[in-house]
């Protein structure tokens, strides 16, 4: 794999990764809003907890 190849690879697993931390945020979002308790919130989405507080 050339350096070209290799940077569009990371550039595209990057997207990804940036794509699935904002859908956990908008179900965490939408979690605290039905009153989960923040710990399960967190557990159940990978996400911390003060990342939470600030939804």
Do not use: C, Y
Request: aromatic share 6%; no cysteine; glycine share 6%.
């Amino acid at each position: 794999m050339g350096i070209e190849e290799f940077l569009l690879d990371r550039i595209e697993k990057k997207g990804i990764e940036k794509g699935k931390h904002e859908e956990a945020v908008a179900i965490a979002h939408e979690m605290k809003k039905d009153n989960f308790p923040i710990h399960r919130i967190a557990r159940f989405t990978k996400i911390s907890i003060e990342e939470i507080e600030k939804l």
